[in-house]
């Protein structure tokens, strides 16, 4: 008797037994292969993130053994003398980042509950195509008109007003020239405005239609269907929007660097100028002479990717601990 052809069903179907034969199947299927390329995507993420920082590290080994720990507690900046703080560059970070926080959450999440539950379906249309096109904008622009435009208005009409009511605050008081730390926030809650809208807005329109019935079908009215049962179903992608914002305004450069007065201070009011990190490596990183002036430009990048995966894990455990309804329990 002659042997039985080998066909591709008995080359790729050996007997096997217990995993193998499970690890065989899922290879046959494709599984196996997918779970490994993926898993090598996945890797290579951790892998860029792990390079970028073993490079800010190496390349800021100069002010890390002269300054120490002194280097962000410290608030001088003086290249002449080699004296180096980040103190002043995080304090104005941090300001600005949250100052468009507080201005851009409430009208983003506002704008976006209108657009996806109350707003006519052309209405919203158009307004998230003009949106989109604001998400798009490139920062340098924002930053000129927040000097030919932002600016202006704040040094002759909106400075002056909240000195003369809310003067006797201390955020409130100096000075009105303008740039300064309120500037910066106001240009910042700008900029991301746009990118809270628009993933609020799909989150918001992922929620099943089957939700918001039950809630109209019990008696609710449109809007409290909307804000008790939609919006709390829709919330860890909500905060997700925020914290997307949170991220840009944290690194964002040009934008900040052409109004917030680039002046290395500590000061209680917004109307001060001051400093971000990100604005003081663009501005001085290509004049930076000698090793230990570029190296402390090199350390605060460290600093600054450091700050961002601080807030951006706090930030986690705010989701975790605030939006435990979630999806499950709306």
């Not at 892998?47 to 608030?75: M, T």
Request: glycine residues 10%; aromatic residues 10%.
């Amino acid at each position: 008797m002659g042997s039985l052809p080998l066909t591709p069903e008995r080359i790729l179907a050996p007997a096997p037994r217990g995993r193998v034969r499970v690890f065989w199947k899922r290879l046959r299927s494709g599984d196996e292969v997918a779970h490994l390329i993926t898993g090598v995507f996945a890797a290579a993420i951790f892998l860029i993130a792990a390079w970028v920082v073993a490079e800010l590290w190496r390349g800021s080994a100069l002010p890390r053994h002269q300054f120490g720990w002194h280097f962000l507690f410290s608030r001088t900046w003086d290249p002449v003398s080699g004296a180096f703080g980040a103190l002043p560059f995080i304090y104005g970070t941090v300001v600005t980042s949250a100052l468009a926080l507080l201005v851009a959450v409430p009208l983003g999440v506002g704008a976006a509950i209108f657009l996806s539950e109350l707003a006519p379906a052309g209405l919203s249309q158009a307004l998230t195509f003009l949106i989109e096109l604001l998400a798009a904008v490139p920062s340098v622009i924002f930053g000129l008109l927040g000097i030919f435009i932002l600016v202006p208005l704040l040094r002759s009409y909106g400075e002056p007003f909240l000195k003369s009511t809310l003067g006797f605050l201390p955020l409130f008081q100096g000075p009105a020239y303008g740039v300064g730390f309120l500037a910066a926030g106001l240009l910042l809650a700008i900029m991301i405005i746009p990118f809270i809208i628009s993933i609020s807005r799909q989150v918001l329109l992922a929620v099943p239609r089957e939700q918001r019935e039950a809630a109209l079908a019990l008696g609710a009215t449109l809007w409290e269907s909307t804000w008790k049962v939609v919006v709390p179903y829709a919330r860890k992608g909500i905060l997700g929007s925020v914290f997307l914002g949170l991220a840009r305004a944290l690194g964002e450069t040009m934008a900040v660097t052409m109004v917030i007065g680039n002046d290395p201070k500590i000061s209680a009011s917004l109307l001060a100028p001051g400093y971000s990190i990100a604005a003081v490596i663009a501005n001085e990183f290509a004049e930076a002479t000698g090793d230990l002036y570029l190296q402390s430009l090199i350390e605060l990048g460290l600093v600054l990717f450091v700050l961002t995966i601080i807030i951006n894990a706090l930030a986690r455990v705010l989701v975790l601990t605030t939006a435990g309804r979630g999806t499950e329990h709306p």
